[in-house]
């Protein structure tokens, strides 16, 4: 039996790397990041009774395990400092990334599976909590997964979805929190390209997406008051999109490269122009999925889909399939 409520005005996000594995751990006004279209779902497996009484009634229910599930996003756009990272730093970890931090130049992520917190890895688990008008919803020993869309002229949002362990509704006061007012950089002006075989830079592209496509597990324990203490990132399948206009087989046989299986890259660009404010995703390995055919305004397009890999020789940590970049 699930509840979920949708947040708008007067409530604040925050998710922090717990300092005790999953170990609930308050929130602080740095840890504030700036969301929208906030949701909250709590969870719970209640224990319906099929007693054999004198009448169709029965028994009570017995409550069972508990989870919280967050769902909001965030605009993509850097720190306003080069080489400093974005406020949704833990974010992005808590999804399974690992940062390269090179002071005053970049902050550059990737997708890896050690969750120790050393070195810049993303940490052993994450307690993330929503304030809203005094009332305190949050949840323990969780992980995220992320979805980056965009349309043209928009920002790039991230769209998460963090998972964890049940912890008590309580009340507690908004914190008095600042922002980062850095104004996301309006997804254009970049260069989009593939290179499947031949560096092509598609036109008429008017909406790109990369789902993390993180399995986000809870780990069910009789000794937590939740039933559950926590949950673990136990798998991850790539897959995004983007929508070209239709051309010339001989200038891109998408068809054609789908049918091949052939392997290539994808990458938006940089987009934005002020230093610190810079950001730019890219796909070290794809193989294209079957084309879908549209019209935009009567004009021919392709909806591309495609599916990251990585190939048998790659070491991760080494070798990054994914690369989301802050200069």
């Known amino acids: 039996m699930a509840q979920t409520q949708l947040y708008m005005k007067r409530a604040q996000v925050f998710c922090v790397e717990e300092s005790g594995q999953d170990t609930y751990l308050e929130q602080v006004a740095g840890d504030a990041v700036l969301a929208e279209q906030v ?43 080069a080489g400093t990272a974005p406020e949704f730093d833990s974010l992005l970890k808590a999804s399974g990334f690992k940062v390269v931090n090179v002071p005053v130049t970049s902050d550059t992520y990737t997708p890896l599976s050690t969750f120790d917190g050393a070195g ?103 000794n937590d008051a939740s039933g559950n203490y926590g949950a673990r990132i136990t798998g991850r ?36 122009s002020t230093a610190g404010n810079k950001w730019s995703l890219a796909v070290a390995r794809a193989v294209k999925r079957a084309p879908e055919m549209g019209d935009r305004d009567g004009v021919r397009i392709l909806s591309v889909p495609y599916a990251v890999s990585s190939a048998g020789s790659d070491v991760e940590g080494t070798n990054a399939d994914i690369t989301l970049a802050f200069t």
């Open 120 to 222: 810049g890895n993303p940490g052993p688990s994450y307690s993330c909590t929503l304030l809203e008008d005094g009332v305190s919803y949050k949840a323990k020993g969780g992980f995220a997964t992320v979805v980056f869309e965009g349309a043209v002229g928009d920002p790039m949002f991230m769209n998460f979805t963090f998972t964890g362990a049940y912890q008590a509704v309580t009340d507690d006061a908004l914190e008095t929190a600042s922002y980062n007012s850095v104004a996301a950089p309006p997804f254009k002006g970049a260069t989009f390209a593939t290179n499947f075989g031949g560096a092509y830079t598609p036109k008429g592209i008017n909406n790109f997406n990369l789902d993390l496509g993180n399995t986000v597990a809870l780990m069910h324990d009789i």
């Open 39 to 81: 949701t909250v779902t709590i969870d719970s497996t209640n224990y319906e009774p099929t007693t054999v009484r004198g009448d169709f009634l029965s028994t009570d229910e017995t409550p069972g395990m508990a989870s919280v599930a967050f769902n909001f996003r965030v605009p993509l756009h850097g720190s306003g400092t």
């Open 237 to 272: 399948k790539s897959i995004g999109s983007f929508d070209p206009e239709m051309v010339l087989v001989a200038t891109e046989d998408f068809f054609g490269q789908w049918v091949a299986g052939t392997t290539g890259t994808v990458a938006t660009g940089v987009v934005g």
